[in-house]
C-alpha cells in the first residue's frame, strides 16, 4: 500500500497531536475537491480529479506554526 502526504491548514493550535488518527471528507467544488480534517480542524489545498483523496483517514504526522499559519502534515494509506 502506498502511503501519501497531504498538507491542511488549521486556524489555531492546539487541537490536535502528533499520531492521531482522524476521518477525513471530501467536498466537492464545480472543477475540484477539497478535504477536511476530523471535526473541522483543518482544511486541505483544492485538488482536481486526478489527485482526489482515496483514504477515509489519515495519521497526524506533524503540526507547525509558520508565518502564514498553523498546517497539519497527514499522512494516508492509499491503493494503487
Avoid: C, H, I, Q
Avoid at 13 to 24: A, I, M, S
Avoid at 57 to 67: F, S
Wanted: proline fraction near 4%.
Amino acid at each position: 500500500m502506498a502511503k501519501r502526504r497531504m498538507e491542511f491548514k488549521m486556524e489555531r493550535t492546539g487541537l490536535l497531536r502528533e499520531g492521531e488518527v482522524l476521518p477525513v471528507t471530501e467536498g466537492k467544488l464545480p472543477d475540484s475537491y477539497y478535504y477536511t480534517l476530523g471535526n473541522a480542524y483543518a482544511m486541505s489545498a483544492n485538488y482536481t480529479f486526478r489527485e482526489r483523496l482515496r483514504s477515509t483517514e489519515g495519521t497526524v504526522l506533524e503540526v507547525k506554526e509558520t508565518p502564514k499559519g498553523f498546517f497539519v502534515t497527514v499522512e494516508f494509506d492509499e491503493e494503487e
